[in-house]
């Protein structure tokens, strides 16, 4: 097994990608439902600054 220093760059990138696509796509489902949801809706964009 000869790896160079791209071949591991590149193995870092392509697993990112896929850990964040899958981030995106779990969010995505959980945010769905009120009870699961990780953001927070129904609520002023700056309502925090007054």
């Known amino acids: ?3 160079n220093k791209y ?3 590149k193995i870092l990138v392509e697993l ?3 850990c964040a696509v899958v981030l995106l796509i779990s969010l995505s489902f959980l945010s769905y439902s009120d ?3 990780v953001f927070v809706f129904n ?3 700056y309502g925090a600054f007054r």
Request: glycine content about 0%; hydrophobic content about 40%; overall charge negative.
């Open 1 to 3: 097994m000869n790896f």
């Open 7 to 9: 071949t591991v760059l």
């Open 16 to 18: 990112n990608f896929y």
């Open 35 to 37: 009870e699961y949801s």
């Open 43 to 45: 609520e002023d964009l």
